[in-house]
């Protein structure tokens, strides 16, 4: 019950599913650090324009799926996702985002950002994968 009350919240799963194992077939929830590890997946993983009621909402380095792999992008696209995370995750302060290139692909990005949960101090890693060239193959 404690959870229900924590400013860490609790939320649908992303993606959405069934709990598994629940006979009820109800909807799997996210709790406390997950559910705001998820928070920031939906946030990055969400074009600016692509929710129709909240155009603004999602983060910018959508823009630059066109863009050359270079600093110059690498740069951008980590002001994206600070400036993204800074304007819809209030529960977090962003430690670091760094991107670098996957030595393995050569048109993936990797976008390491580092958080701290304000309520609980406790700090977090996340890789979030970026493809240049509009494509994942």
């Known amino acids: 019950m404690a959870d229900l009350i924590d400013p ?13 194992a629940d006979a009820h077939g109800r909807i799997a929830l996210a709790r406390l650090d997950e559910s705001v590890r998820q928070s920031i997946l939906v946030i990055v993983g969400t074009a600016k324009g692509e929710r129709v009621m909240r155009p603004d909402f999602g983060c910018g380095l959508h823009d630059r799926v066109f863009g050359a792999a270079d600093t110059t992008t690498a740069a951008l696209i980590a002001l994206d996702v600070e400036d993204a995370l800074i304007d819809w995750e209030p529960r977090v302060q962003v430690l670091n985002v760094d991107v670098t290139a996957d030595p393995a692909q050569e048109n993936k990005l990797l976008v390491a950002l580092t958080y701290r949960v304000r309520s609980t101090n406790n700090v977090f890693n996340l890789v979030y994968p970026f493809y240049l060239g509009g494509g994942a193959g």
């Open 8 to 20: 860490r919240g609790v939320g649908w799963s992303f993606p959405v599913h069934v709990e598994e």
